[in-house]
Every structure is written in C-alpha cells, then in structure tokens.
C-alpha cells in the first residue's frame, strides 16, 4: 500500500558567486614572498665559474683586462680574478649581486672574448638576453685536408675579408675563423643563417650564389620582424 508523502522544502542554494565572495572574505591571505638574493641561494653559499685561457689569448687578455674587469665587477655586480697558477678567469656572485643569472652571462663573456671575440661585440652578451655562441669545425661539415682545407678556408674569408663581413653585416651575427675552428655569436636565426651561409662555402658554392641566397633571406627576415 502506497503512502502519500508530503514534499519537503528543498533548502534554498548559494550562487557559487556568493559562495566564492564567502570564501574570499573569510579565507586566509595567501602569503607572499620576496624574491631571494643570489647570496641566500645554495645555503647562502656564492656561486663560482671558471674559464679556461688558452695560450694565445693571454697578451690580449693583459691588454683588454680593464674593458673586461669594469662591465663585470661595476655593472654585474660580480667577482672576478685572474688565477695566474691554473691559468683560468674565476668569476664569484657577491651579497649585492643582483640577479643570479648575471654570472652565468658573465662567463659567457669572458668565454667570448677568449674564442677571439671583440670586446665590443662580447660585452653584448651582458646587455642582451637572446644572444648565444655557437661553433663547429670544418670537418664537422666536409673532411678536407691539404690544400683543400685551405682554400676552404680562403673562400670562408674572401679576399681582405670581404666575404665574412658581408654574412657578418647581412645576418646581424660576428664571426671569427680560427684555423679550423668556426665560432658565430648572435641570435638563434640569424646563427642558423649564418651557418648555413658558412656550409655552403666549405662545401664549393661561389661566393656570389651565397651572396644572392643571403639577401633572399635577409629581406624574408626583415619582413617577418
């Protein structure tokens, strides 16, 4: 037998707007943080890094430690010597270091300088954040040896240096040929540009294919950005 039951009064529902300015009202404020120092990173311990001087680059490095020394320790607020015994630059984070990663720019710096990089263009490395070095070897794009080596090498630079100034100029990059040894600082795309400019020259192309491929892609990068 069925009974009849009475419909009990559902209770009136919160909007989830109302429930939402309830609980920020009455919940606990989240708290915030500062940002730490690089000194109170790693249990407050500094931070070093370490570059290598080869043989070659100790008279430029004498001659240029003061350009060197001045952007890293004033403006970087980083420790710096020079380790005569192990023959290697030691860069340390101080307590008033700003910015934890203005080390790791630093000794991408000095390494610049002491891949044959000019002052001017490795104290960029300091001011700007998408900036890089990359590098290869000859034979990393095509086994020569003899003479064929060095009329790769003769077609990298062109005559006076021309050819490497105009990838230079046209790509926005530098570049320094050291024997066999290619090393390119600049931004991620105008490197690869560059480079592929660079492979093509160790591979045979004449300088004037790659000269009229470069402006093809100069003017596609300068429409894009």
């Known amino acids: 037998m069925e009974v009849d039951r009475a419909p009990t009064a559902a209770a009136p529902r919160e909007s989830s707007s109302a429930a939402?300015?309830?609980?920020?009202?009455?919940?606990?404020?989240?708290?915030?943080?500062?940002?730490?120092?690089?000194?109170?990173?790693?249990?407050?311990?500094?931070?070093?890094?370490?570059?290598?001087?080869?043989?070659?680059?100790?008279?430029?490095?004498?001659?240029?430690?003061?350009?060197?020394y001045t952007p890293v320790y004033e403006h970087m607020k980083v420790d710096i010597r020079m380790n005569l015994k192990a023959k290697r630059v030691e860069l340390k984070t101080r307590q008033d270091t700003p910015d934890v990663s203005n080390l790791q720019k630093c000794a991408d710096f000095v390494h610049a300088f002491m891949l044959g990089f000019d002052i001017a263009d490795a104290v960029a490395l300091l001011r700007l954040d998408d900036l890089y070095v990359d590098s290869f070897e000859i034979k990393d794009v095509k086994t020569l040896r003899g003479e064929h080596l060095s009329r790769a090498i003769g077609r990298l630079s062109g005559k006076g240096g021309k050819t490497k100034y105009a990838i230079e100029n046209s790509t926005r990059t530098r570049i320094v040929i050291a024997d066999t040894k290619i090393h390119i600082l600049g931004s991620f795309v105008n490197i690869k540009v560059a480079r592929d400019s660079l492979c093509s020259l160790i591979l045979g192309s004449p300088a004037g294919k790659v000269y009229s491929k470069l402006r093809a892609v100069s003017a596609r990068l300068a429409e894009r950005y």
């Open 20 to 68: 939402m300015a309830v609980d920020a009202a009455g919940g606990v404020e989240k708290p915030r943080f500062d940002a730490l120092m690089p000194s109170e990173m790693s249990g407050g311990r500094p931070q070093y890094r370490k570059v290598q001087v080869p043989s070659h680059r100790f008279a430029p490095l004498k001659k240029a430690w003061l350009e060197i």
